[in-house]
């Protein structure tokens, strides 16, 4: 099956992608960030190789697109692109073999220079690898490793740090996002380690959801020191750029490029795939060609781990333990049915609107390929102890009495105890919000002019006279009772208004928040918000936020996964009146 890229379906023309460039965490933290993918248009015959200036459109045409990064697996630099879907290139990349090992890389910027035959001359210029001028600005601050003198006939191999993460680090869209916000004690459960007396045994216990396949790649970026600062410094450098960024020193975004190296101790073999890279220098008067690589993907990958044996264990065993016949064990839920990826379609489309992980885990999984772990021998241990039993299935039959439990997925089991059961969607609340003061001040500040529109950002939401009010979902994953208007476990979830306003070629944004019962009227706070580009921001982007203002439990903890927002408050208090609030909110414009 193929994937279809919505985000690269521009024409009917061949295009290639020219490289990946910085991550923007612009999106929820309920989602993956973007990656910015970088394509140009290609002549049609495309002449010579792919990779070759000749084989670029004239004029010359150039597209930069935000692509959800769980869909990073796909994202090959140098391959070809035909109304969203990759195809062979007309002529295959050039291929070279080599070994690698760790501490002979050396981190290079795209606009860095580096040593060829004692000079020193810049690593990609226009005339070893044309992407644009725009794009070789925008990139300019992206990764390479570079190895000098890989094999006796090139000065140097350079990789993206792009490719090296996709294939020593990425393995699934889930991994992708974890690995992103550095959550790797999220995939990996922290107490792992050598087992004792056993210096080449390593046990690694994984949670839900992330596959036996995926093991050894994770269990290495745990497990080997040199792994361990790869994974640290790549969170480190996004950080960082993202902390320090300041736009009134120049540039429009932080550069949150991938910075990653070769993460294991022990040598590596590769067989990679790219175009060579010439390099004319002068001896004793005279012009020569020299030669280096670029490796736009890694073919093939073996290495010996810092472990020969690795012990694979879940949070979520379904395997018998030897106390699965006591009688007395409480019954387990019914489990959750995934939604198969459709067979019948040769092409699978996707788009960055939807999370990747939801309809594309299996071809995601096949195309992460990986590393190959030499000597490596996966340990089943047997379960000893099994905390649950199944529940097995029933069909009551029309007037039976039925005291089981019920699952709105399909059934699993195969006696008794859980059976299908329809159920009514959960209506809107309909149940009066505490925002009417925002309101008001919204109807006198468009006395005065000033008109914002409320705007639809959750699938929730209901019609209050010419405004709109958005609810909070009413269950959201580890969260009690924040997102509800009470402590009460049945309590309505809480309202909330976006108000939004073109001004000044500037789109802003209010957000008021319902308060909770429980909460002390004081003084409160409003949200304002713009993108720093003073461009749009789309609703349901808008509602994703205030799933993250519930998880973080207030607005300054989700504002650091938007850092492409300005975000301030604005002060009030309910007891000056709404004259008052409708002046502080005049005030911000």
């Not at 080997?224 to 120049?250: H, K, M, W, Y």
């Not at 005279?286 to 012990?311: C, H, P, Q, Y």
């Not at 709105?408 to 059976?419: F, M, V």
């Not at 476990?489 to 208004?497: E, F």
Request: hydrophobic residues 35%; contains cysteine.
């Amino acid at each position: 099956m193929t994937v279809q890229i919505e985000e690269f379906r521009f024409n009917d023309r061949p295009w290639r992608l020219d490289w990946l460039g910085r991550i923007d965490y612009s999106g929820s933290s309920q989602s993956e960030p973007h990656i910015l993918a970088y394509l140009s248009e290609l002549k049609q015959p495309v002449p010579g190789k792919l990779l070759s200036t000749p084989a670029l459109s004239e004029p010359r045409a150039h597209r930069v697109v935000p692509v959800k990064i769980g869909l990073l697996p796909f994202l090959k630099v140098g391959t070809m692109w035909i109304d969203g879907v990759a195809h062979a290139p007309p002529q295959p990349h050039d291929e070279v073999e080599l070994n690698l090992q760790y501490n002979q890389i050396e981190l290079v910027r795209f606009d860095g220079s580096v040593r060829v035959d004692g000079e020193s001359v810049p690593l990609l210029s226009p005339q070893r690898y044309s992407i644009g001028r725009d794009a070789s600005k925008e990139v300019a601050g992206s990764q390479l490793a570079v190895a000098y003198n890989p094999t006796p006939n090139l000065q140097l191999v350079a990789i993206p740090s792009t490719v090296l993460f996709q294939t020593c680090a990425v393995t699934s869209a889930k991994a992708i996002r974890r690995l992103v916000f550095g959550e790797i004690n999220k995939i990996v459960d922290p107490e792992h380690g050598f087992l004792q007396g056993q210096p080449d045994t390593y046990k690694v216990t994984l949670f839900k959801d992330f596959h036996d396949s995926e093991a050894h790649t994770l269990a290495n970026l745990v497990a080997d020191p040199v792994a361990r600062e790869q994974l640290a410094g790549f969170r480190r450098t996004l950080i960082t750029q993202s902390a320090n960024f300041d736009r009134s020193r120049g540039g429009s975004y932080p550069e949150t490029h991938i910075q990653f190296g070769l993460p294991f101790s022990n040598p590596a073999k590769l067989r990679v795939r790219g175009k060579f890279l010439p390099f004319e220098v002068k001896r004793n008067g005279k012009k020569k060609m020299l030669w280096g690589f670029l490796a736009t993907e890694i073919v093939d990958l073996s290495v010996r781990l810092i472990f020969d044996n690795l012990v694979i264990e879940r949070k979520n065993n379904a395997k018998q333990g030897e106390n699965a016949d006591d009688p007395d064990l409480p019954y387990a839920f019914g489990s959750t049915v995934r939604s198969p990826v459709t067979q019948g379609d040769p092409v699978q489309p996707t788009t960055s609107v939807r999370d990747p992980a939801a309809n594309l885990d299996k071809l995601i999984l096949e195309a992460c390929g990986g590393f190959t772990p030499v000597g490596l021998t996966l340990v089943s241990n047997p379960k000893e102890v099994q905390k649950y039993q199944g529940r097995p299935l029933v069909r009551p039959e029309d007037g039976a009495d039925f005291g089981g439990r019920g699952t709105t997925g399909e059934p699993q089991g195969n006696s008794s105890g859980l059976a299908e059961v329809d159920i009514d969607a959960q209506p809107t609340p309909s149940l009066p919000v505490k925002l009417d003061e925002f309101l008001k001040a919204l109807e006198i500040l468009a006395e005065r002019g000033i008109r914002f529109a409320t705007l639809a950002a959750s699938v929730n939401h209901r019609k209050v006279g010419e405004h709109v009010v958005n609810y909070l979902p009413r269950k959201i994953r580890n969260i009690r009772n924040w997102h509800l208007t009470s402590n009460e476990p049945h309590a309505a979830p809480r309202g909330y208004v976006v108000a939004e306003l073109h001004r000044g070629g500037v789109w802003h944004y209010l957000i008021d928040l319902e308060r909770k019962e429980s909460k002390a009227t004081g003084s409160l706070a409003l949200a304002y918000i713009r993108h720093h580009t003073g461009e749009r921001i789309e609703p349901p982007k808008l509602g994703g936020f205030m799933v993250d203002v519930v998880k973080e439990s207030g607005w300054v903890g989700a504002i650091e996964f938007y850092r492409q927002w300005v975000y301030t408050q604005i002060q009030h208090k309910p007891s000056k009146g709404v004259e008052a609030f409708a002046n502080a909110i005049a005030a911000k414009f």
